[in-house]
């Protein structure tokens, strides 16, 4: 599998080419086009259990689809669902990531995806829920981000404080609390309640120049209210 | 390129250091009888004899093995998270490393524990669900406060005392702390099968008032102490307040206002998220206010630990008599502890069932204690 960015910046759209046999597993609702020797499979990654606790306790439309060059090589074009960068990562069998549930856009065969649960403090403290993907394994990972993604790179027992909604994804080896926000980081327009993370290095954490959250309060307040 | 780099395919683990890419670097490492060697693709094997080394658990589930040395002046970390690498490392560590290992490996444990907790809370939350339905909430809350450990109860008291107690001037000697604690174990003294160590903290306040939070930290401000006409009386309330502790009343409280989230976190036994969502809550735990039936069983059982103590009722009674009467006292008790001329009458009627008995006084000067306090003023209400 080989992927490209294309039309780098705000807009941009992955294209990944795919050996004959090869596939890739995308968030449901990527697929923008595919060569005709591409074939949707809906199979369930982790089993049904799995499925189900991605899909029904993430609260999600998070579902694989496997998209797999069963009639000769292809190539599938894939973009995400908000406006923003998409990074590739290299999984190589050693490195893990932990990614934010609106983070995963790809990954290749190899990539192993399993959602886990932050403990109940963590979830519940944080806001942003208690299901996060554990990704390992050999491959592509590639990853979307709301707005410009940052990379922050963190030495042994260096630490960063990073705002909850702006987080994407970052390193198995980084160890992190969530934290109730001192006054400061709190955005006006959301509700009050803010929570960031603090890193602690080694490793690299991932974070995204928009707050998705933010940006749907100031949207909403140009929509009209109907009654 | 002299920064070292590896294969990825026989790389086994990660390599960090200061001079690193934060990322880490792949590199293989192997355990001997002699200690860790790793290497990069491009240098040369490296050996760290294991005296050199620090052992510690990380990563986001704490289920790597940290490994962390100084390679010429510079600190290196390595990551192992291959079971077969740390079995080996298990097996050729000397003592010395061992109990940090042992510590290592109770962390692995845990989070072991945690990843089982992801299914759990899944099948709890229906089954809490369920058995909410079928039992009523009230049960299931009961079900859940039953399987909290005293350790829980402790941490979530604490922090709620911390709360409390923040800004407040605290009584640390004389004869009001001395009355208060000579109170105070005369009672926990008759306590059966007490799991509890009370802990008694005086508060300098005109609060008429005193809370026992859940773990058995009590606190009595010193506006009840100079409200009360007898030490009996001050007994009488904290053998109520002691009550709530014993039935669990407040983790009762606790847990449902926190709803069927704490119940499941109680079942999977998530410490943590308890006492987060505990503390989220902050002083409302200390505030909560007590059901008529929690009110009725703390004044009963109350009641009857004073007789156990040989501390006569009639304090607590005609307390109980001057709170429903009084405006001035009500504001704070109320607050707490709904108060009404029922309680007192209820009290009179089971104190008069129990079989007599001489009550045995107090050993200190309660006009003394009252004037240490400076301005006297009992009897005034
Ligand atoms: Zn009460």
Known sequence: ?227 | MNKPSMNPLSANALCFGSDLPAAGVPCHVDISSVGLSIQFSDLPRETVPFTALAVEAGGFDHDQLVVKWASNGVGRTVYLKEPALIVSFRQFVPPELMADLERTAVSVRRARQRRRTFLLVAVGSVLALVLALWLGFDALVRMAVARIPVEWEQAIGESARRELLAGQTVVTEGPAVAAVQEITKRLTDQIEENPYRFKVTVVQSDIVNAFALPGGYVVVFTGLLKKAESPEEVAGVLGHELNHVLLRHGLERIVKTLGLVAVVAIFVGDQSGLIGLAKRLGIELVTLKFGREQETEADLSGLHLLHRAKISSDGMIRFFERLSESDKLQVEMLSTHPMSAARAERLKAEAASLPGQTPEPFGFDWIKVQESLGHWEAGTL
């Open chain 1, 1 to 227: 599998m080989k992927s490209e960015i294309l039309y780098p910046g705000a807009f941009p759209m992955v294209r990944v080419d795919l050996a004959s046999g090869e596939c890739v597993k995308a968030e449901s609702g990527a697929m923008v086009a595919a060569a005709p020797t591409i074939d949707v499979e809906s199979r369930i990654e982790g089993g049904l259990l799995g499925a189900l606790s991605r899909k029904v306790l993430t609260g999600e439309k998070f579902f694989f689809q496997t998209l797999r060059a069963t009639r000769g090589a292809g190539e599938v074009l894939l973009a995400p669902t908000v406006p923003g960068d998409i990074v590739i990562l290299e999984l190589d069998g050693v490195n893990e990531y932990l990614v934010q549930k609106d983070g995963f856009l790809a990954g290749a065969e190899g990539v192993k995806i399993e959602s886990r649960m932050q403990s109940l403090s963590r979830g519940l403290l944080g806001g942003e829920g208690f299901f996060i993907l554990r990704i390992s394994g050999r491959g592509q990972l590639i990853l979307n981000s709301f707005g410009a993604v940052h990379k922050l790179e963190l030495k042994p027992d260096q630490e960063y404080v990073v705002d909850n909604s702006h987080l994407v994804a970052w390193t198995a080896t980084t160890s992190y609390n969530i934290e109730k926000a001192a006054a400061g980081w709190i955005a006006s327009f959301t509700s009050g309640e803010g929570f960031v993370c603090r890193f602690r290095g080694p490793g690299v954490v991932y974070i995204q120049s928009r707050n998705p959250g933010g940006f749907g309060a100031w949207i909403r307040q140009f929509i009209p209210v109907s009654q």
